[in-house]
């Protein structure tokens, strides 16, 4: 006796949730049937293998079916095949946007071409995520960033309108759009200590503050891109490290407001120099694509790792950074305060998210 | 040119893409009705095409307003080439003819296409102008409403309840049409599928005109169904129950009055007998003049049964004389009309006053086609023939009425089961008589009827008992008789008492039989048949037994037939009825005494099967209470009695000849194990496994035992085919196979809706289809519904105890019946008188396949007043409701702000007539959906199991969509009346058909409904109904 045909149709589209985290994760019916055996599903319910077997391929079928409308959110609300109650509609969505931190890590800055695509087998096989998982946040993104590319108006919103996401996890679609967009390279060795979260964190504030939406509202891919012209301004900034006398000017500034408020301050005195040129340095290189895509290993290099070696706390790098930041506006001979603002305003505060071991 | 059909076409959306090259749509409609057909302009470049249309106008005939659906085909524009169809709708207008019913239709349907399925979703405006017509001769019945639902509908009164209409048409299947070689499938799939509208479309006007014959204005219990004869055509049948109803003004006026029966009795309806019978003619438009007829060469009759409860007695004292007038009285009403069928299956309070058993008639018969075009009433005679039959066994049981009353077919290549069953009944004269008898008959009615026992007493008379009968006294009212064991094929009575819950029992049987061609074949299907009743009908009682039950009601026997077996599947629902004796148990007897471990394993069979007992009582919660040991007595031996089974041939022959297929000569409810068949059944009988904790079962509308149902509700259909191993088939290991199908379809059921616990599977409704060879398909429909079981668990208790003690109150007047009762069964218990009684009263077969209980059984002393089911108990159910907000929670969670402002409306789906804790306040007209989804890319859908599941989920979806654009947000009494699914894996092809249909119904939550009955008293429906839409 076999089963030619087993299906269960409700009016109401029952939804698993533990068999739809299952799906999501990419298993196979097999291993997802396993895996529910030894979650004692069968204690619980005095049901048999074969119960199990028939539901989980019940669910993966919906799932299957549901797709395509995931593919459109908006497609999922307006439909009329599944009747999902709204609750259970956001939970779909919501879960089948959400991604796994060991794979977003790997993809986070490159491009979303098919050539990454094709590296799909190599990142599933070291962060141990499933290959169809890792397919779906892929193709995830790639969607997300095709729909969102050429929009108007703010990037978090369209994503929001678009796809339905949670401010959240559409929030992070943005800082992936984002980093997508302008390939920030993010793999690296020495940034493997820095998480999702502290990329999404610093992208929110470049987004804020250093992209063409910034300045104005209405122009097309505005969240997306960076601000050219703030970037070419930026060369500006140069002069704080060019001339001595600024440089002198504006490290005696900092000391004397920081001497005895800082642990490190023999450090920082020492330091100073370095220090400023490096983030000046970083600064100025803007204009070239291939050091905007350094940037955060610029960064660390020019400004995390030295001062971690010289262990200042982070309280110490807050100070540090306000009083170098503030102490400027008290330069006579700088000319270009606003951008100054600009430019270190988002960069301070990238630079407390960064600094952790 | 009495009407006036309007229609605008205002948008489409999430259209396919049908120009690759751009990945967009070049859009237009065309709209026909009959031969009339507009169009709209092209909506260039888009899959979301704004048509914003005028009104397409068409001035039509009330007769085709009827009888043609609506239209609509969206095609995608092509400048060089033929227009590509994009899909269809058709919408059926009849629900706009009748002016309480929905007065527009407007919204989004989806675009149905029967190869791709739905291909996205049009906006549509539908109106009809209606002009009154006098013409006392027309053929259209406007006007008159149609009810799926069993029971008179909610916000209803049955004015009279006329009785029994029928009608059947036939054509050809265009699928076996010459010209279905040259078009393509999907031209053919939706030449069927408006021809079967068309089909349905008449036959619902022309059961109306029957219905405004007889001066009704509604048909209630409305089923109509299709046989697909294959070669020899098509057959659209239809039955229902013609009856007037009123319109409810106040929502509260139908409120089931619980202390007032006499009052309840005057708001009953009245039968009304009609001056004339009705037949059904055949003048069906559709017929082509060309094309072949249907018709019979060969016709067999086969054997049926009456199912009833047995016992022995004599006449009760009083019962006699009066139930000698009640039956003129009645008789005379309704012997006028041919058929006295009530496809009603729950009653106005006081309708209903004895039930005999269930009656059912079966026949086998040949299709072919012939060439005589003037012939075309072959069907309909095969049927009057059955009904005839019917009626006759009605009439054996004392009765001269049959409710709860159904016809099926079952087909296999040109060999077909005609089937129909229903439960033999005597109704109330006060509602069968005008005026005149009224008055002195309603004081003897008041003082005998309201009890709650009264339908359980025995119609026939005990003196004069057409078959052998174990009766006792009613453990009721102890006055009049009732049988140990009563089947009945109608929903359990609102005010009937029951102890304990009830449980769904099934009785499932496979038999092979030898493939054979023509008359051979149907003569050897006729043979078996007799068998296969028995050995169902013995299951049931065995499983019955099992549970410690001793009633079933909405019994339901399906055999299905195929090339090479024959299947049978009943179901029901077992209750325990307080007015029945307690039912003994089940005593196990070897064949060979003298082996010692044979014996050790008899014994130990025996053990199992008391301890199965034991633990089912405890589990429906089946506790009579006991009386104590003196009062009882010694238990006194019973006779023993021989069960029979009687087969006849009707009018073929006149032969009467008896089949003796009792089990030997032992007490009924002593299984014999003399070979391992016996074995087999008896180890069938342990291998049902009870439904896990939390839920419960039934095929009735509502659960025995459970009133305080909370408002989650989920219905949904399960299909399952599996393969059988073509090596070495026996009946055993089919029978294991088959059950073994049922009782896993079921397991995956509880586990599937264990979030739902404590819930209910009501109205659970098994369909079983042989599609091919090796093939065995069965389909469920059932609605879970979930129950407060802290409040049941207090209710039942405080029952408990109140009937204990009135059980003890009571013992003393009790003492005397008894014993008069055993006396006389032993005095009076001659069988050959009542054998030969049958044996001449009806040239018709009539199996009492008796089975008595009689091992352990004494007469009980027990009266009892356990609680009472009643399913519009308001009150009950809106505490229920604020008790426990759990129902809803869910639905009304709005946490997640992307998602809460969805546009589309939850419409309900349920195949009871009620929405728990909801009220119904429209009923908005009938929807009757036929479906044909065929593809040629089966595993690039997913195999069968995608295929089939896309599609059921795509019929539900356009059930929904037309329910939303009447405006309705629930379909009730929705049943699926067909799912033929036929694949061919080799071609990667497969094919289905699906015919659904349903009452569209605005309901309104009773706790809404409450608040703003509170704010305004008048005039609520509108907002509450918007209220309820969104909420649920």
Same mark, same amino acid.
């Given at each position: 006796m076999t089963s030619e045909l087993d299906i269960f149709v409700g009016n109401t589209t029952l939804i698993d949730e533990d068999v739809y985290r299952l799906w999501l994760d990419g298993y196979s019916v097999t291993d997802a049937v396993a895996l529910r055996v030894r979650s004692g599903i069968l204690e619980q319910t005095g049901a048999t293998a074969a119960v199990l077997q028939s539901d989980t391929m019940d669910h993966y079928r919906t799932f299957h079916m549901l797709e395509r409308l995931l593919h459109a959110p908006p497609k999922l609300l307006h439909q009329l095949i599944f009747q999902i109650p709204p609750s259970r509609q956001a939970l779909l969505i919501e879960r089948y946007y959400a991604f796994d931190e060991a794979f977003v890590r790997e993809v986070l800055g490159k491009k979303l071409s098919k050539g990454t695509k094709k590296d799909l087998d190599d990142i599933s096989t070291k962060t141990g995520i499933t290959l169809k998982s890792c397919r779906r946040q892929f193709d995830n993104f790639k969607r997300v960033f095709k729909v969102v590319e050429e929009m108007r108006g703010s990037l978090v919103d369209n994503i929001q309108q678009h796809f339905l996401l949670s401010d959240r996890l559409a929030r992070d679609y943005a800082a992936i759009v984002f980093f997508a967009n302008n390939r920030f390279e993010t793999g690296k060795k020495k940034l493997q200590y820095l998480s999702f979260g502290d990329f999404a964190f610093c992208a929110e504030l470049m987004i804020q503050n250093w992209t063409l939406g910034a300045v104005d509202s209405q122009m097309d891919d505005m969240d997306m891109d960076l601000d050219k012209e703030f970037l070419q301004d930026l060369k500006e900034l140069k002069v704080l490290v060019a001339d001595k006398d600024l440089l002198d000017l504006h490290k005696s500034l900092v000391c004397t407001a920081l001497r005895g408020k800082l642990g490190v301050f023999s450090e920082m005195e020492a330091n100073f120099k370095n220090l400023s040129r490096g983030l000046v340095n970083v600064a100025a290189k803007l204009t070239h694509n291939k050091d905007v895509r350094d940037l955060f290993v610029d960064l660390v290099e020019k400004f995390v790792e030295p001062c971690r070696s010289d262990h200042w706390p982070l309280s110490d790098v807050r100070f540090f950074l306000n009083q170098y930041s503030a102490s400027v506006h008290s330069l006579d001979g700088f000319r270009h305060q606003t951008l100054w603002d600009r430019y270190m305003g988002t960069l301070r505060g990238c630079l407390l998210r960064l600094y952790h071991d | 040119m009495p009407g006036k059909l309007k229609v605008k076409i205002v948008a489409g959306r999430h259209l396919p893409v049908m120009d690759r090259a751009s990945d967009l749509t070049d859009a237009f409609v065309e709209v026909k009705f009959g031969n009339t057909t507009f169009k709209t302009d092209v909506y260039l470049k888009s899959l979301n095409p704004q048509w914003n249309s005028e009104w397409f106008k068409f001035e039509v005939d009330d007769e085709d307003l009827q009888d043609e659906p609506l239209q609509i085909t969206v095609l995608d524009h092509d400048t060089y080439s033929a227009n590509d169809a994009i899909g269809k709708v058709y919408i059926d207008i009849d629900p706009l003819l009748y002016s309480e019913a929905a007065t527009v239709i407007s919204g989004w349907f989806p675009i149905y296409d029967t190869i791709h399925g739905i291909r996205g979703e049009i906006n549509v405006v539908v109106k009809v102008d209606l002009f009154n017509d006098l013409n006392r001769f027309r053929q259209s019945s406007c006007g008159v409403k149609f009810f799926c639902t069993t029971s008179i509908p909610k916000c209803y009164r049955a004015v009279i309840i006329h009785g029994f209409v029928e009608e059947l048409v036939v054509n050809e299947d265009p699928e076996y049409q010459w010209i279905d070689r040259i078009r393509t499938p999907r031209a053919s799939n939706e030449a069927r599928q408006r021809l079967i509208s068309l089909m349905s479309g008449e036959l619902q006007r022309k059961i109306g005109l029957k219905v405004l014959e007889m001066r009704g204005n509604a048909v209630v219990g409305y089923l109509q169904c299709f046989d697909l004869e294959g070669e020899s055509g098509l057959v659209v049948r239809a039955i229902g129950t013609a009856c007037t109803l009123d319109k409810l003004s106040s929502p509260a006026a139908f409120l089931p009055?619980?202390?007032?029966?006499?009052?309840?009795?005057?708001?009953?309806?009245?039968?009304?007998? %009609?001056?004339?019978?009705?037949?059904?003619?055949?003048?069906?438009?559709?017929?082509?003049? =060309?094309?072949?007829?249907?018709?019979?060469?060969?016709?067999?009759?086969?054997?049926?049964?009456? #199912?009833?409860?047995?016992?022995?007695?004599?006449?009760?004292?009083?019962?006699?004389?009066?139930?000698?007038?009640?039956?003129?009285?009645?008789q005379s009403a309704l012997e006028q009309r041919e058929f006295p069928f009530f496809t009603l299956t729950a009653f106005p309070p006081g309708f209903l006053v004895h039930v005999g058993g269930v009656v059912s008639a079966r026949s086998v018969k040949l299709l072919d086609r012939i060439h005589n075009p003037d012939e075309p009433e072959t069907r309909d005679a095969w049927w009057a023939e059955i009904r005839q039959e019917i009626k006759s066994h009605a009439k054996a049981l004392g009765c001269h009425a049959v409710v709860g009353y159904s016809e099926s077919t079952s087909i296999c290549e040109e060999v077909c089961i005609l089937s129909a069953s229903g439960t033999a009944a005597v109704l109330n004269p006060r509602f069968l008589q005008d005026g005149t008898v009224e008055g002195c008959l309603e004081q003897r009615l008041e003082e005998n009827l309201p009890t709650r026992c009264g339908f359980c007493h025995i119609p026939y008379d005990e003196l004069n008992m057409p078959f052998p009968a174990h009766l006792t006294y009613c453990y009721n009212c102890r006055k009049q008789k009732v049988p140990d064991v009563l089947f009945t094929t109608i929903d359990l009575p609102t005010d009937a008492t029951v102890i304990g819950k009830g449980c769904l029992i099934q009785a499932r049987l496979c038999r092979l039989k030898k493939k054979a061609q023509a008359e051979a074949n149907a003569t050897a299907i006729s043979n078996l048949l007799p068998f296969m009743e #028995?050995?169902?009908?013995?299951?049931?009682?065995?499983?019955?037994?099992?549970?410690?039950? +001793?009633?079933?009601?909405?019994?339901? $026997?399906?055999?299905?037939?195929?090339?090479?077996?024959?299947?049978g599947l009943a179901s029901a629902t077992g209750v325990y009825l307080a007015a029945l004796p307690t039912p003994g148990g089940i005593q196990i007897a070897g064949k060979t005494p003298n082996d010692g471990s044979y014996e050790q394993h008899i014994s130990h069979m025996q053990k199992k099967i008391n301890d199965t007992i034991a633990k089912n009582k405890e589990l429906y919660e089946i506790s009579p209470p006991e009386i104590s040991e003196e009062i009882i007595g010694s238990? $006194? %031996?019973?006779?023993?009695?021989?069960?029979?089974?009687?087969?006849?041939?009707?009018?073929?022959?006149?032969?009467?000849?008896?089949?003796?297929?009792?089990?030997?000569?032992?007490?009924?409810?002593?299984?014999? *194990?003399?070979?391992?068949?016996?074995?087999?059944?008896?180890?069938s009988l342990l291998t049902d496994v009870p439904p896990p904790s939390g839920f419960y079962s039934c095929n009735t509308e509502i659960m025995p035992g459970i009133n305080n149902w909370t408002s989650e509700i989920q219905m949904f259909t399960s299909v399952r085919v599996i393969r059988l191993s073509s090596l070495n088939l026996t009946n055993q290991a089919l029978n294991k196979n088959f059950n073994d199908l049922c009782e896993n379809l079921l397991k995956s059921l509880y586990f599937k809706l264990r979030s739902m616990i404590p819930c209910c599977l009501c109205h659970v409704n098994f369909t079983v289809s042989l599609p091919e060879d090796e093939l065995i398909q069965v389909t469920v429909t059932a609605v879970a519904i979930t129950f407060d079981k802290n409040q049941a668990l207090q209710t039942t208790k405080t029952h408990v105890e109140k009937s204990l003690q009135r059980a003890s109150t009571d013992n003393e007047e009790l003492l005397q019946f008894p014993l008069e009762l055993c006396s006389d069964s032993l005095s009076s218990h001659p069988l050959p008188p009542a054998k030969e009684h049958l044996e001449s009263a009806s040239s018709n077969s009539g199996i009492p396949a008796a089975q008595r209980d009689r091992c352990s059984s004494w007469i009980e002393l027990i009266k009892l007043k356990a609680q009472t089911i009643r399913r519009g108990s308001i009150k009950? =159910?809106?505490?229920?409701?604020?008790?426990?907000?759990?129902?809803?929670?869910?639905?009304?969670?709005?946490?997640?702000?992307?998602?809460? +402002?969805?546009?589309?409306?939850?419409?309900?789906? =349920?195949?009871?007539?009620? $929405? %728990?804790?909801?009220? *119904?306040?429209?009923?908005?007209?009938?929807? +009757?959906?036929?479906?044909?989804?065929? =593809?040629?890319?089966?595993?690039?859908?997913?195999?069968?199991?995608?295929?089939?599941?896309?599609? *059921?989920?795509?019929?539900?979806?356009? !059930?929904?969509?037309?329910?939303?654009?009447?405006?309705? +947000?629930?379909?009730?009494? #929705?049943?699926?009346?067909?799912?033929?699914?036929?694949?061919?894996?080799?071609?990667?092809?497969?094919?289905?058909? *699906?015919?659904?249909?349903?009452?569209? !119904?605005?309901?309104?939550?009773?706790?809404?409904?409450?608040?703003?009955?509170t704010q305004q008293p008048t005039a609520n429906c509108q907002s509450s109904c918007t209220e309820g839409e969104v909420t649920t």
């Open positions: - | 009055a619980c202390n007032s029966p006499s009052k309840e009795m005057k708001e009953s309806p009245l039968v009304h007998p %009609p001056s004339h019978g009705c037949r059904s003619t055949h003048n069906s438009p559709i017929h082509t003049a =060309t094309g072949s007829r249907l018709t019979q060469n060969f016709s067999v009759s086969v054997p049926t049964l009456i #199912y009833t409860g047995m016992g022995s007695g004599s006449a009760g004292k009083e019962g006699g004389p009066f139930k000698a007038l009640l039956r003129q009285q009645t #028995y050995e169902v009908h013995t299951q049931l009682m065995n499983k019955l037994k099992l549970k410690g039950m +001793n009633a079933l009601f909405g019994l339901r $026997i399906q055999i299905t037939v195929g090339e090479n077996m024959l299947m238990p $006194i %031996p019973e006779p023993r009695q021989r069960s029979r089974l009687l087969r006849s041939q009707s009018e073929s022959s006149d032969e009467v000849t008896e089949l003796d297929l009792s089990h030997g000569k032992k007490d009924a409810f002593v299984l014999e *194990i003399d070979d391992t068949d016996a074995m087999e059944d008896v180890h009950t =159910t809106v505490t229920v409701e604020k008790a426990s907000p759990v129902g809803d929670g869910n639905f009304r969670n709005r946490s997640a702000p992307p998602c809460a +402002n969805s546009t589309v409306g939850v419409v309900k789906m =349920t195949p009871l007539s009620f $929405i %728990p804790g909801a009220k *119904i306040t429209k009923y908005l007209g009938i929807i +009757n959906m036929f479906f044909i989804r065929e =593809t040629t890319s089966l595993r690039e859908e997913g195999g069968v199991s995608g295929f089939l599941h896309a599609f *059921i989920a795509e019929v539900f979806a356009m !059930v929904r969509a037309h329910v939303a654009a009447l405006g309705g +947000n629930a379909v009730v009494s #929705y049943i699926m009346k067909q799912c033929v699914f036929m694949e061919n894996p080799n071609k990667n092809q497969a094919q289905c058909l *699906i015919n659904v249909s349903g009452d569209a !119904v605005v309901f309104v939550r009773e706790s809404d409904l409450e608040v703003v009955s």
